[in-house]
C-alpha cells in the first residue's frame, strides 16, 4: 500500500514543479497540497475505501482546480503556451472518478457526478467508460456495456 501511494506522489513531482513555476501556487502551497493527497490516497488505498474518500478527495481536487484557475486569470498568460500544470489538476479528477466507478461500479449517482464534470470541464473521460448496466439515463455515454 505505501509503496503503491509513494509512486502516485513520485507521479505528481512534475505537474507540482510546474504549478511553482508557472507562479499558481508557492512552495509551501504545493507542500500541504502534497501533504493533503497523501492523505487522500492513503484513505483510498485502504481495504474498506469509502465513496465517500472518493467524493472528498474530487471535491479538494476541484476546489484546487478553481483556485489555479482563478490564479492563472490574474497573472498575464497571454501568448504562453498551456503547460502541465494547466490540464494536471483535471486529469487527476477524472483519475480519481475511473478507480471510484471502478469500485463502486453500479452506483449512478457517483457515474452521474462524474459525467457532469466531463461537461463542465469540456472532457469525454466518462463517455469512454461503460455505464452501469440497467442504467438508461446516462445521456453523453458513447456506448454500454
Not at 469512454?128 to 442504467?135: F, L, M, N, S, T
Request: aromatic content about 10%; some cysteine; charged content about 35%.
Amino acid at each position: 500500500m505505501a509503496d503503491t501511494v509513494r509512486y502516485m506522489m513520485e507521479e505528481m513531482i512534475p505537474e507540482l514543479e510546474d504549478m511553482v513555476k508557472q507562479q499558481y501556487f508557492s512552495k509551501q502551497e504545493v507542500k500541504q497540497i502534497v501533504k493533503r493527497r497523501q492523505d487522500f490516497e492513503y484513505l483510498l488505498k485502504r481495504r474498506a475505501a469509502l465513496k465517500e474518500d472518493f467524493l472528498r478527495y474530487i471535491e479538494y481536487e476541484s476546489k484546487l482546480e478553481e483556485l489555479r484557475q482563478h490564479r492563472r486569470k490574474g497573472l498575464d498568460t497571454r501568448g504562453k503556451k498551456k503547460s502541465i500544470a494547466d490540464y494536471a489538476i483535471v486529469r487527476r479528477i477524472h483519475f480519481i472518478f475511473e478507480r471510484a466507478v471502478r469500485r463502486f461500479r453500479s452506483d449512478v449517482a457517483l457515474w452521474t457526478a462524474w459525467l457532469e464534470f466531463c461537461r463542465a470541464s469540456s472532457s469525454s473521460a466518462a463517455r469512454q467508460e461503460a455505464p452501469p448496466a440497467g442504467h438508461s439515463g446516462c445521456s453523453g455515454c458513447s456506448r454500454h456495456r
